[in-house]
C-alpha cells in the first residue's frame, strides 16, 4: 500500500508547523502550503543519505497522495466509491515496485592473463508499455538498489514525455579506467548475452542505451551480438538497442539529445514570466549565469546550447577539481583541453575552484554527475535560484524540501534529462521502418517550395507587369535555411523541442490545478502517475 504524505493547511499555519515532522512549505507564491512526511526514505536518518530506490518510492508517493481522489473521480463505471477506490490503490500499489530483476556473474579472462568474476544487473520496473527502456552504465558503485531507482525513474520519466516505454535500467560493476578496450568489449559482449538468454533484451522487449560511461561504441558491440545470436533471424534486430553509431542504424541527433533536451526544458521554464517573477528573475537567457557540476555527455552539451542562446558558464566541476570565471567559459575551447588533456583542471583563462561547486553563485544550477548530490548538508548554501536536474536523482527529499522553503525552483530529473530517451525512441522507430526520417519527403518538399517561390513571383509579374526586368522574390534567411526540406536532424530536433515543450505545458497546468507553486517534481510525478495509471486501467490485468 503507498503511504499517504500529506495534508493540506491553510496558508498562515506555516509558522505553526511542527518542528518534529519533515514538512515542506511552498513558497508564498502559492496558495496553499502542503505538509510533506517523506516515508522511509528519510525518516529517522541522520544522515541524508536515503536508500535510492525509497527515496524515488517517496517522491512517487507525494504525486500519489495528491491524485488518488482525482483518479477515483475520473473512474466512469457502475463500481461503488469504495470499490472505486479500492482499484485506484490496488493499481497504485502495482506501479511502485520493480517487476523483474536479473542479476548475473560472469568470468573474463584479462588480457595478464588472470581471470575475473564480473557483475552485471538488469532490473525491468514496468512493463505497462513494451519494449522496457533504460541505459547500461559501467560503474564501480552499480548496486540492485541503484537500478531499481533509476529503472522506476525511466517509467516515469516516459510517461512524462509520452514516450510508449516501460522503465528499466542495467549497470556492470567496473571501473572502465582499469580495463583494456579489447577487455570491454570482452564484457560488453558477454553481458548482452547473459541478457539474451533471459529474455532481458530484444526490439520489442528490452532496449537498452548509452549511459554513464558507456556511448555509441558499446551499443554497437551489443547490437552486433544480439543479431547475430539470438536475433540472427530478426529484421529488426539492430532495434534490440538504441544509441548506436549512424552505420548501425544509430539517428542523427541521438549523441547531443540528452544536453540538449536539457536546454530546451530550462528554456520553458525560464521564458515563463510567472514562474520568473516568483523566483525574482527577469525572463529569458541573456543575464543568466550558470554551473555545471559534471562535464561529461549532458554537461558538455547543454553548456555548448545554453552558451549559445546567451547564457554564460561562471564554472564546471569535475571529480578531480572545479574551475571559475566570473567572465565566462567558452565550451568549444573547453571541450578541446579535456580532449587533450583528460581533464578540465588547468584550463586556461580560469582559476581553481575552492569548496563545492554546488554551492558557488550563479542563476542556474546544473548537477550532472550522479545520485544524492544536493542534501540538506548543503540545501541551504545553494545561491542559484535554479536547480536544473541533469542527472538521476540528485536531490535528496531532505534538501528538495528546504528548496522549496527558500523558493528554489527545481526543474526535475523525471522532465528535464528525457531528451535522451525522447530521440531513442525515435531512433527505435527508424530501426522498425528500416528508412531514416526525411528520406522519402526530402527532394518533394525541396521542389515544393521553389514551386512556390516561382508562383509567387510569376503573380506578382501578372499584376505588375514586367517593367526593368522580372520581379525578384527573396526568400527570408530563415526560409531559404529549410527551403531544402527537413533533414533527419532538423527533424530529431524539432521532434524533441515540441515533445520538451509539451511537456512543460503539462506539469505547469499540474502545479497550477493542484495548486503546487514551485514544486515542479511533484506536478511531474502527478502526471507521470495519471498516465500509467490509465494504461493499466484500461488494459485490465491478464490473471487476479
Known sequence: MYRYLGELVSRGAGSALASGCADSALPASASLLRVRHYSEAVGGQKEDDPNFFKMVEGFFDRGASIVEDKLVEDLKNKETEQQKR????????????????????????????????????????????????????????????????LASLMTYKCAVVDVPFGGAKAGVKINTRNYSDTELEKITRRFTLELAKKGFIGPGIDVPAPDMSTGEREMSWIADTYANTLGHNDINAHACVTGKPISQGGIHGRISATGRGLFHGIENFINEASYMSMLGLSPGFGDKTFVIQGFGNVGMHSMRYLHRYGAKCVGIGEVDGSIWNPNGIDPKELEDYKLQHGTIVGFPNSTPYEGSILEADCNILIPAASEKQLTKANAHKIKAKIVAEGANGPTTPEADKIFLERNIMVIPDLYLNAGGVTVSYFEWLKNLNHVSYGRLTFKYERDSNYHLLMSVQESLERKFGKVGGTLPVVPTEEFQARIAGASEKDIVHSGLAYTMERSARQIMRTAMKYNLGLDLRTAAYVNAIEKVFKVYNEAGLTFT
Not at 485506484?88 to 530483476?101: A, F, Q, S, T, Y
Open 86 to 149: 479500492h482499484r485506484v490503490r490496488g493499481i497504485l500499489k502495482i506501479i511502485k515496485p520493480c517487476n523483474h530483476i536479473l542479476s548475473v556473474s560472469f568470468p573474463l579472462k584479462r588480457d595478464n592473463g588472470e581471470w575475473e568474476v564480473i557483475e552485471g544487473y538488469r532490473a525491468q520496473h514496468s512493463q505497462h508499455r513494451t519494449p522496457c527502456k533504460g541505459g547500461i552504465r559501467y560503474s564501480a558503485d552499480v548496486c540492485v538498489d541503484e537500478v531499481k531507482a
